[in-house]
């Protein structure tokens, strides 16, 4: 018995904002410096009041109709989110009550930008497992929240948006083989340090990154991680038509691309119009390729994330 994807839905919220956007709203910055160091032209970010599960929700019912079911025919509901609409609830059990599904096991992942490879890899072992039958997989982030406006050394990397995929139980292949890992010990690198305590925001609620070291970290460890999952399903990298890195900047995508000698024509690239979306980069680039007929049936997809605590992981599967 496979996991198999059979449906894939996305959604980006208003305008595409571009970097001059940016630098006229007065951020101390210019569209030279941000395309030359990260390849980011554009990002979309969501009105205000407008949440995670907002976002999830349009990429849910999208994915749910090229999949040709309905909200009340799944069984299992993971939302990767690091910017949820509340403490609690779950992001997954509000949005499962937006799309009127009753009963189905709901909860949230946290894993940052590794999320969506965090709850895929969930999936397939529910599935896997005989207990559940028909999964939605959901990243959604509206990282604009948690963005310190007056940083640019953050604030023009990221940007807002949802995927979803369905997973199904299938004896034709799916997902093929997975690995996660986690090293806590880097979880500095990182962070939104912040808490609430009796009322009141404790620590810094905005997101802080050395930026020289996440890169190396995370070239470094998309390679290797890329590596074991093909090494797991037996075949070698050169035989993966397609490799979808988390897409936080294109200097990344070039130096994983590099360390596991795949040409840069196999590896699909949206941070130059979607900027870092964190857990919804992977499924908004894999709903972008399927739907433009770049990923075809039969071929084999890698999917690897990497993100804050340090994360890291891979899938990789048959469409
Ligand atoms: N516009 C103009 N100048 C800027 C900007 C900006 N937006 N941001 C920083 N600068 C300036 C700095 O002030 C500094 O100026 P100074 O030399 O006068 O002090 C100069 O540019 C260099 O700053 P650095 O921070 O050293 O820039 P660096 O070359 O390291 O590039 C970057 C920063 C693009 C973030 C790089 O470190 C990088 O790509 N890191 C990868 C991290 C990443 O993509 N994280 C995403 C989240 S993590 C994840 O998803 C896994």
């Not at 949005?95 to 590794?114: E, R, W, Y």
């Not at 896997?128 to 940083?151: C, M, N, P, Q, Y």
């Not at 988390?246 to 070039?254: C, D, F, G, V």
């Amino acid at each position: 018995m496979f996991a198999r994807i059979t449906g894939i839905g996305s959604f980006l919220p208003g305008q595409a904002v571009s970097n001059d956007d940016l630098a006229r709203r007065g951020i101390e910055t210019s569209d030279e410096w941000i395309t030359s160091r990260t390849g980011i032209s554009f990002r979309h970010l969501a009105e205000d009041g407008q949440t995670a599960s907002d976002l999830g929700l349009e990429a849910s019912r999208r994915a749910l109709v090229a999949a040709g079911l309905e909200a009340s025919d799944v069984d299992l509901i993971i939302v990767a989110t690091s910017t949820p609409d509340f403490i609690f609830p779950s992001t997954a059990c509000l949005l499962q009550s937006k799309l009127g599904n009753h009963g189905a096991t709901a909860f949230d992942v946290q894993a940052v930008c590794s999320g969506f490879v965090y709850a895929l890899t969930i999936a397939d072992k529910f599935i896997r497992s005989g207990s559940h039958k028909r999964a939605l997989v959901v990243g959604s982030e509206v990282f604009s929240r948690i963005l310190d406006w007056s940083d640019r050394a953050t604030c023009v990397l990221f940007g807002d948006g949802a995927g979803a995929v369905v997973v199904e139980a299938s004896e034709r292949p799916g997902i093929l083989s997975t690995a996660l890992h986690a090293d806590g010990a880097h979880h500095g690198i990182l962070s939104v340090p912040g808490s609430i305590c009796r009322g009141q925001v404790t620590g810094d609620p905005f997101l802080r990154m050395d930026g020289q070291a996440v890169f190396k970290f995370a070239v470094r460890v998309l390679a290797e991680v890329g590596e074991e999952c093909c090494k797991a399903a037996g075949i070698p990298s050169s035989d993966l038509d397609w490799v979808i890195p988390h897409q936080a900047n294109t200097r990344i995508l070039e130096a994983t691309a590099r360390r596991m000698k795949l040409p840069m024509d196999k590896v699909i690239v949206t941070v130059d119009r979607h900027g870092n979306t964190s857990a919804a980069s992977i499924p908004l680039a894999l709903d972008e390729a399927v739907r433009d007929q770049r990923i075809q049936a039969g071929q084999k997809v890698l999917l690897e994330g990497v993100g804050g605590g340090f994360t890291w992981g891979a899938v990789l599967f048959e469409f």
